[in-house]
């Protein structure tokens, strides 16, 4: 056999693999998400949003959930959801201009994190006690940039006993995110300031028992808000899945609250939103 129908067979058999995948992906539901992340997702398909995605996948009569794993930080819609590596985020801010989003699936707040045995749980970022206390904080981002409890405590001149804790944690270990609410379980910091999911999976894990208490939605002091509203995402051309998202988040209220139950996820729901 000659050099040329050689390379025409090779390159027919690479063209019917790539369209049987191709044909097998369009059977799938096309996930991004975060290999180290729990309590949302991971590679072990631990997280709730694991969970959520193959409950859409069913719903929508799709044979399973095909994920393409990226760490979920600054660039992450450009990297994946933006060139087509997947068609779904399952976890994004409502609000965000970065794509085109569901209704929300559930709203949380940052939550004071303390010992239950210390007796410590604040009542509000007024709370006296505050300037007591050695305060563990998320920082958002690699430039350390202040998240909303960090600012609101910077403008109560509460700063000395701040302690920052990155977002993101130390991605070469399990769980990164886990780091601030641990620091609260052996003392290291007498009380954290936490996002909602993170505070309350990691507090139901702990090695002692926590308290979980959900700030207000918005700080006074600053007009920052406290509580966001989270949603599945889509590229922006892509109205007509986001529909069928809609469709499936309404269908399955029950379950996908039963998800965010057994997740220890802190909800401050607003009414749910109707899209015209």
Known sequence: MSALPMSVTVLAILLLSTAAA?????????????PNNLPYSNDRLEGFENRLAELVARDLGLDGVRYTWWAQRRGFLRNTLNVAACDVVMGIPTNTDAALTTRPYYQSSYAFVTRADRHLAPVSLDDPQLRHMRIGVQLVGDDGANSPPAHALSRRGIVRNVVGYSVYGDY????????????????????AIVWGPVAGYFASVAAVPLVIKPIPNRDDSTSLPFSFAISMAVRQKDRALRNRLDRVIVNQRNQIDGFLARYHVPRVDAAPEVRP
């Open 172 to 191: 070469t270990k399990d769980s990164p995110t886990s780091a601030i609410v641990s620091a609260v379980a052996s003392g290291d910091v007498d009380m």
């Open 22 to 34: 191709n044909d097998s992906a369009k059977d799938m539901l096309r996930v991004c998400a975060d």
